[in-house]
């Protein structure tokens, strides 16, 4: 994985609530074996029309919103457990989703995937879609090891696993975290195995 500690990014709103896992990347294009190639097919039924022309309402086709960073409402990730909604979210280039509350197992499958979900008061989420919606190329700054979101002036920390932070500011994914340790495993083992 990645090495993330911190982030300066503008952000793409999407101000919906309840979207689930079918919507960010449906059922149909799941038949792919690695993970990559999902991200053109993030959010496929919203930003092509039936026709298969490009809806330029959905807010991922607006020129005027880009980054590395997705804002969203509450509740985001539920429906199924595919953890390929994690792979198009990153694939399709954020690092980051901001939400108020996340499904259980899409959070950890984005956390496991080195995709960082941030949970933030409603209060806060609010208060930067809209200074979002005003500027358009606001910049955020996300710092995973002091924990907090910056926008301007206004500033608001968030939690983090303590091991997902880890592996995040180390660019561990779990095998990587546990190869970690390889060197006083072995010492473990020549000292209380091999004497």
């Not at 607006?62 to 539920?78: D, R």
Request: glycine share 4%; with cysteine; hydrophobic share 40%.
């Amino acid at each position: 994985m990645e090495k993330f500690i911190t982030l300066f990014s503008t952000a793409v709103p999407l101000d919906l609530e309840n979207i689930d896992t079918d919507q960010i990347i449906p059922a149909r294009f799941l038949k792919l074996t690695t993970k990559s190639d999902f991200g053109k097919n993030l959010f496929r039924d919203w930003r092509y029309n039936s026709n298969g022309k490009i809806n330029k309402n959905f807010i991922l086709n607006n020129k005027n919103y880009s980054g590395k960073i997705l804002i969203t409402g509450k509740n985001f990730g539920c429906g199924s457990s595919r953890e390929h909604a994690a792979w198009a979210i990153k694939d399709y280039g954020f690092k980051v989703v901001i939400s108020n509350f996340f499904a259980d197992i899409f959070k950890q499958n984005a956390l496991n995937n080195g995709l960082l979900t941030i949970e933030l008061k409603k209060t806060f989420l609010n208060l930067i879609l809209k200074k979002l919606y005003l500027n358009n190329n606001l910049i955020f700054e996300i710092n995973i090891e002091n924990q907090y979101v910056k926008i301007e002036n206004n500033k608001e920390s968030f939690k983090i696993d303590d091991y997902k932070k880890k592996c995040f500011i180390n660019g561990y994914d779990d095998i990587e975290f546990l190869l970690s340790f390889k060197k006083k495993i072995k010492f473990f083992e020549k000292k209380n195995f091999y004497n």
